[in-house]
Every structure is written in structure tokens, then in C-alpha cells.
């Protein structure tokens, strides 16, 4: 291209008579057979005609003569492009993790951390240009925990809820049931009404009552030990204890009542993590597992 043709000579340079004949015969079968192609081809003409337009202007102000074409400018956002944010799994068992890890990671790139609280897995920790493949899993309490605790926030347990509570449980889950459900259910505490009768010389009488509390003799353990599983979907089972209280009537329309409170729930939930740590460590022998803070 030369400095006389200008830009504006550009698009007349690039195709001759005979080929521009044959885009527009081609272009018309096109726009009869193909709709998608009849939308391009009138993209292209429109940008082409753009392009032309540019090229005269460019062409008229280099010469130093005034503008007449009218510039129309058309602003469009364009639409926010696709990122995407890598997997993410949720998952709630050992295994789940173990079958994951196997059919998606590998043992040079997965990393595997852990805390008290749950595990997260980095499949592939080479990943830099876009967020990595990941998964999750919370060590949650089982459902045996949650109705224990939930059953002592009670802090007034009267003795027909204890009864019911404990013929609820599984066989075998509280240590001596059978023992310690006949002394719940066996448990009075009497009152014994001491009386002092004086008569005056018309034979009036005047009766002095005093009430005491009189407990029937019936020794109850200071201490539960409740067999169970401390964590969701977990075979393992450990002995939680709770102490147990017991407290008297004050007054006498007052009835005794029970209080509960579990004295190693945290050292045991440390053991129930180790226990399956050590399983996913013989489910992914020679895989990076570490403890972490995340």
C-alpha cells in the first residue's frame, strides 16, 4: 500500500470484482440454506462497512479537509465471562473420603489436612491458574450424643422423665440399665409428720405437726457411664460419664429431681478423632495427610 492510496484503499485492494461476485452469490445461497450464516455474513458486512467508514475519515482529515460524516458510537456491556471456581464436595464418612481421594487424586499431588474439627482435601496442589479441586468433611456429633446432652440441659429432671428416658436406650448403651432403672423408679422420699397434742382444762386440744423428709434406702451411683457413639457415622463407640445428683425436697408439695453433666466429653471426642484418622491413614497408605489449622 502506497502513501497515495491511503487507508481508504485497503478492503478495494484485498478482493477483486470476480471474488467479490462470488462472496455475494455465495452469500445469498447461504443466507437461503443457513439463518446462522446469514447472521454472519451480515456481521461481517456491518464491520466491514465500519472499517470503510474509518478509513475515509482517516483519509479526509490527513488531507486537511473538514468531516462529514456523522459518527454514531454504540456503548454495550459485555457480559461478565465464565470463572470457573473448581470442585467442591461435601462429604460425610471416612470411606466417602477414601473412595474420593482414590478415584480423583493421586499420591504426588493430593494433600490431606485435618483438625479436631473436620478434614479438608486438596486433590490436586499443583493448581495455580484456577481455584482447586476440594473437599470437605466436619467430624459431627452422633445423634446418641445430641439426645444425651440435650436430655441433661435439663436442669430439673424430674423422676418420671429420667424413667422414660432411660427405657428409650438401647440395650447394652448405659452400664447396669436394668439396675439403675429399678432404683429410679423405686426412689421415694417420705415425709414423716412428728405430732404434739395439748389439752387445756375445757378437753380442747392443740396439735403441733412437724414434717420431716425421710429418704427409703436406696444407694444411686454418683456416676453414669453411657457406651456410645461419639461420632456420626462412626462404628467406634466410647464411654461417656455423667454425674449424676440428686436433690432433695425443700418443702413438702416438692418432689426430688435429677441433674446430669458429662465430666470427658472433650477428652473422649480427641480419641474419636484419632480413631478415624487412623483408619483413613490405612485406607490411603502413602498418601500426605497432616495435621492443620484451616
Not at 254 to 267: H, I, R, V, W
Amino acid at each position: 500500500m502506497t502513501e497515495e492510496n491511503g487507508l481508504g484503499n485497503v478492503f478495494e485492494d484485498e478482493m477483486t470484482a470476480e471474488e467479490q461476485a462470488f462472496v455475494e452469490e455465495t452469500g445469498a445461497d447461504i443466507e437461503q440454506e443457513n439463518p446462522e450464516a446469514e447472521a454472519e455474513a451480515k456481521e461481517f458486512r456491518r464491520h466491514k462497512e465500519i472499517a470503510q467508514m474509518l478509513c475515509e475519515i482517516y483519509n479526509v482529515a490527513r488531507q486537511g479537509q473538514p468531516i462529514t460524516k456523522d459518527i454514531t458510537i454504540r456503548k454495550q456491556s459485555l457480559p461478565t465471562p465464565f470463572v470457573f471456581g473448581g470442585q467442591q464436595y461435601t462429604l460425610t464418612s471416612i470411606d466417602a473420603i477414601a473412595q474420593l481421594v482414590l478415584s480423583k487424586g493421586s499420591k504426588e499431588k493430593t494433600v490431606i489436612l485435618f483438625s479436631e474439627g473436620g478434614i479438608k482435601i486438596i486433590l490436586d496442589d499443583t493448581i495455580q491458574y484456577r481455584p482447586q479441586d476440594t473437599a470437605r468433611f466436619s467430624f459431627e456429633t452422633s445423634d446418641e450424643v445430641d439426645e444425651w446432652f440435650q436430655f441433661a440441659r435439663n436442669n430439673r429432671i424430674s423422676q418420671k422423665e429420667f424413667v422414660d428416658f432411660l427405657r428409650k436406650r438401647e440395650m447394652f448403651e448405659v452400664s447396669n440399665s436394668d439396675e439403675l432403672l429399678t432404683k429410679i423408679q423405686n426412689l421415694k422420699v417420705a415425709t414423716e409428720i412428728v405430732g404434739d397434742f395439748n389439752y387445756d382444762d375445757n378437753n380442747n386440744v392443740s396439735v403441733m405437726l412437724k414434717i420431716k423428709d425421710k429418704e427409703t434406702a436406696i444407694r444411686l451411683p454418683r456416676e453414669i457411664d453411657v457406651n456410645i457413639p461419639v461420632l456420626k457415622n462412626s462404628d467406634n463407640r466410647y464411654y461417656l460419664k455423667f454425674d449424676l445428683e440428686l436433690f432433695k425436697p425443700k418443702e413438702e408439695n416438692e418432689k426430688p429431681y435429677f441433674t446430669l453433666a458429662c465430666s470427658n466429653y472433650n477428652k473422649v471426642h480427641r480419641q474419636a478423632v484419632e480413631a478415624e484418622i487412623r483408619i483413613l491413614k490405612s485406607l490411603l497408605p502413602d498418601y500426605l495427610i497432616l495435621t492443620s489449622k484451616f
